[in-house]
């Protein structure tokens, strides 16, 4: 049981390090361009769900596409609002 408990408390740790990790590079990377482009791609609802949905379907993974999305939330490069 402790062995279970400790190994998703682990997995759980690496990942939010390993977002935590993705945000502070992201920051280091992107400039205003990237910021502008996504501002511009998801400038109201219908177009972030479009572009959210072909992003999606182009690299056939959701979980990929909400740990991109969290990342350029965490990095600030996008809201979530």
Known sequence: ???IIFGVAGGLAIFL???SLCSDGL???SG????SIIHKL??????????GAIVTL??????A???ILVGFVGAKLMTLA
């Open 1 to 3: 049981m402790f062995q």
């Open 17 to 19: 390090y390993g977002m």
């Open 27 to 29: 920051q280091r990377v």
């Open 32 to 35: 205003s361009a990237l910021k």
């Open 42 to 51: 998801t400038s109201n609802p219908v177009k972030g769900v479009l572009v």
């Open 58 to 63: 182009l690299i056939q993974s959701s979980t």
């Open 65 to 67: 596409t909400t740990v």
